[in-house]
């Protein structure tokens, strides 16, 4: 699943493409909106809320997408040929740019007003403005018993973490994806180490918490079930950890996280 610096990114793109532009196409592609036609509106902004997309067009409505497990955006010129394919979910453009959204997971028009009813329940967002991280570090202790990991993936708690940063955080941080959160001991290093990760990915393509862009030397765990620890030299060990309903696998080192 595309996590917080992914979506950041995407809803830059979108920003530059289309805000304070009229559209001249609407084509939605999902059963409930397909009558539903913005052209005319001129797209005032492109904006993420953790994994979620917010585009904003004029008459006070906004453009909610989530990319979920496969979604992307890809901007084309205008004057592209739009290709033929069953994935294609929304098409948002102007004189210059269309916007093409492949398998989105969510694609929904509601009023700007109520965004609160789809984003309203997530933590601080990792890379929001209105960044909070001794708010995010409260949200997370009230997880208790929980597994770390699990309480990481929720985005109730702070939003944009996904698998891999989840993996890689709690491997840099030396901390077992199964230690319950009370035996945190400084859950604020963590969550800050976690935004400055996000951070420094969020306007490139690609992710890398090495340091290291080489091909297969990206990550620490991430992807790397049953290769050694870059560290200790351990095999990488993989599960999928109760309580994400998504099933992801988590990945760690057992001798460097404890």
Not at 139 to 154: C, S, V, Y
Not at 223 to 229: A, D, E, F, K, V
Request: glycine share 10%.
């Amino acid at each position: 699943m595309p996590e917080g610096d992914v979506v950041w990114l995407a809803a830059k793109r979108l920003h530059e493409a289309l805000a304070g532009r009229v559209l001249t196409r609407s084509d939605f592609r999902v059963p409930r909106f397909a009558t539903t036609d913005l052209t005319g509106r001129r797209v005032t902004e492109s904006l993420s809320r953790g994994k979620h997309l917010l585009l904003r067009v004029e008459g006070g409505l906004t453009v909610h997408t989530h990319l979920r497990m496969d979604g992307s955006w890809r901007i084309r010129p205008a004057s592209d040929r739009v290709p033929a394919s069953h994935r294609i979910r929304l098409i948002l453009a102007n004189d210059a740019w269309q916007a093409i959204g492949y398998q989105l997971g969510i694609v929904e028009v509601l009023r700007s007003a109520k965004e609160g009813q789809v984003t309203g329940h997530l933590g601080p967002d990792l890379l929001g403005p209105g960044w909070d991280q001794e708010e995010a570090v409260r949200r997370l202790r009230t997880a208790h018993q929980r597994p770390i990991g699990e309480a990481l993936l929720d985005q109730r708690n702070l939003a944009g973490v996904g698998n891999l940063y989840k993996s890689e955080v709690l491997f840099l941080r030396g901390i077992s994806p199964w230690r319950p959160v009370t035996d945190i001991a400084d859950p604020g290093a963590l969550v800050d180490l976690a935004r400055r990760l996000l951070d420094a990915n969020k306007a490139r393509v690609g992710q890398v918490t090495t340091g290291v862009w080489r091909r297969g030397e990206e990550t620490w765990v991430y992807g790397r079930g049953g290769r050694p620890c870059r560290r200790c030299g351990t095999p990488i060990k993989t599960a999928a950890q109760a309580g994400d309903p998504d099933e992801r696998i988590t990945f760690w080192c057992p001798r460097c996280q404890s």
